[in-house]
């Protein structure tokens, strides 16, 4: 990666949530994984407890919510080599906090970002996957539990049907690039990808799950080479469903949020010279 890659951006226009940082340790990878999560208490202890035993050369950082569950106590979390922690203190969803992710990662340097749920659902042996896609030159990586080798376990069959008869469909007409499992929030995104001012994913539009349904449909429309890698996603066998979407009114937002990344509603303005 060259050094103008790597310089520190322009932050200028920026909307970056109000919060809380703590960085733990030095950065010591060219890649950091970001992990946006809220009250998951022992699904995400146990989600880092298992990446550390990895042992990859990957930097964790947690975009904590603003969890009260004491899951993203700095203390804690530095005993489970995580690298920083984010701690929002403002208004917005998931989508706010993978800005804040962003934000951190790319002032620090990072060559890309892997983001994955803090829900314990995903599989986090695939993580080398995402790395091999970015370093052979993806903008934009997806993964997959419906590619050869991906695994979907316990899959609730309501939520099987939505991505593969509407999400993944909606998505893939509009990206003109095929998607298989477009719900899925484990992602890789080259450094390039998050700060192309055609993409912009700083902005305050992004609030709740806006970048889920407008990053790969954007990237993918760039010009950007999009790619997907198998990825086991696993649901309990018995239980609550590990998920923040509840409701049919969740599911219909959902679905207006798809339509309007699809009709490019988010697109970033053109600049005006």
């Known amino acids: 990666m060259s050094s103008d890659l790597r310089a520190t951006p322009d932050t200028t226009g920026w909307a970056v949530p109000r919060g809380d940082v703590h960085v733990l340790r030095p950065r010591a990878s060219r890649y950091c994984v970001v992990i946006p999560v809220i009250n998951e208490g022992e699904r995400v202890l146990g989600q880092l407890r298992r990446l550390?035993?990895?042992g990859l050369d990957l930097d964790v950082v947690v975009?904590?919510?603003?969890?009260?569950?004491?899951?993203?106590?700095p203390e804690l979390l530095d005993g489970l080599g995580v690298r920083a922690v984010l701690v929002k203190r403002d208004s917005g969803k998931l989508s706010a906090q993978l800005r804040m992710g962003f934000?951190?990662?790319?002032t620090e340097g990072y060559e890309g970002v892997i983001t994955v749920d803090g829900n314990g659902k995903d599989d986090v042996s695939a993580l080398p996957r995402f790395?091999?896609?970015l370093d052979a030159g993806a903008g934009f990586v997806q993964g997959s539990?419906?590619?050869?080798?991906?695994e979907a376990v316990n899959t609730p069959r309501e939520r099987h049907l939505a991505i593969k008869f509407?999400?993944?469909?909606?998505?893939?007409l509009a990206a003109r690039t095929r998607y298989t499992d477009t719900t899925n929030?484990?992602?890789g995104h080259s450094r390039a990808l998050l700060l192309d001012?055609?993409?912009a994913p700083m902005r305050e539009v992004f609030d709740t799950y806006e970048l889920l349904a407008y990053l790969p449909i954007r990237a993918a429309r760039l010009g950007y080479r999009c790619t997907e890698v198998p990825v086991t996603r696993a649901y309990p066998d018995a239980g609550d469903v590990p998920t923040k979407i509840h409701g049919r009114r969740a599911q219909f937002a959902l679905v207006e949020i798809l339509l309007r990344a699809a009709l490019g509603r988010y697109d970033a303005p053109r600049r005006q010279g």
């Open 52 to 54: 550390r035993d990895l």
């Open 63 to 73: 975009a904590d919510g603003g969890s009260t569950d004491g899951s993203n106590d």
């Open 103 to 106: 934000a951190f990662a790319l």
């Open 131 to 133: 790395v091999a896609a």
């Open 145 to 150: 539990r419906y590619v050869p080798g991906g």
């Open 166 to 172: 509407l999400h993944a469909p909606v998505t893939s």
């Open 185 to 187: 929030g484990f992602r």
């Open 197 to 199: 001012p055609r993409v």
